[in-house]
């Protein structure tokens, strides 16, 4: 099947510094990725949906300054977390959505600010 | 709103016994469902993915089930095993205004004793 990278697995960070994370579709196009972040003990809540070339669509409450979603070509997507603080620790997880309806996830990314 | 809801939230069993996990969605109008396991502090691990023209997927001891007119979809496992302890989620790409968006459910989280 269809294989989305995502990178880092893990990352420990600082207070105030920022954290990329790329998420690849390697084996297909996908005009639209997907970003979630999960809490402890909840489930994935969709955080803002990617279109290549375009600006991505945020779902209510987060933070678009905070989040930074970069969609530059049909395989590579990327959230930037910019000033992380400790309430922004959390599992974030992407997805690649290939013929328009079947979508593929990341292995996701723990991220811990310190 | 498109929603998946995941019943029960919680389940625990002794070695052995077969287990039924419920999820059901709001809208009939679903591209495809997938069932994941999560591992604590983990990724997703993709299970089982069954697409809108198929009632059903098996692998091994998992076999889920879609019905699309009652918006329901079961995961059901055989024999389970203290390594099937996990919390299991669902995900469906439900259409939201003609956009195909992956939304999870809350997950079931298994314990399985010996």
């Known amino acids: 099947g269809a294989v989305v990278s995502q990178h880092p697995s893990w990352v420990i960070c600082k207070s105030g510094t920022s954290v990329k994370i790329e998420c690849r579709s390697l084996d297909f196009q996908a005009t639209t990725m997907f970003w979630y972040r999960q809490f402890p003990k909840q489930s994935l809540m969709l955080m803002a949906t990617?279109?290549?070339?375009?600006?991505?669509?945020?779902e209510q409450g987060v933070e678009k300054d905070k989040f930074l979603i970069n969609h530059a070509s049909l395989t590579l997507s990327t959230l930037t977390v910019t000033s992380a603080h400790p309430e922004d620790s959390s599992f974030y997880i992407c997805?690649?959505?290939?013929?328009?309806?079947?979508?593929?996830f990341g292995q996701g990314t723990r991220l811990t600010v310190v | 709103k498109q929603e998946v809801t995941q019943i029960p939230a919680a389940l625990s069993v002794p070695e052995g016994e077969n287990l039924v996990l419920n999820c059901s969605f709001t809208d009939s109008a679903i591209y495809n469902l997938q069932w994941f396991r999560q591992d604590p502090g983990k990724g997703l691990t993709s299970l089982l993915l069954i697409q809108s023209s198929q009632r059903e997927q098996t692998s091994g001891r998992l076999n889920a089930s879609l019905d699309k007119s009652s918006g329901r979809s079961t995961l059901y496992i055989a024999a389970s095993q203290p390594g099937d302890s996990a919390t299991y989620l669902c995900?469906?790409?439900?259409?939201?205004?003609?956009?195909?968006?992956?939304?999870f459910g809350r997950g079931t989280s298994l314990i399985v004793h010996p």
């Open positions: 990617s279109n290549e070339g375009s600006k991505a669509t945020y």
């Open positions: 995900a469906g790409v439900l259409d939201r205004g003609g956009s195909y968006i992956p939304t």
């Open positions: 997805s690649a959505v290939k013929g328009g309806s079947e979508a593929f």
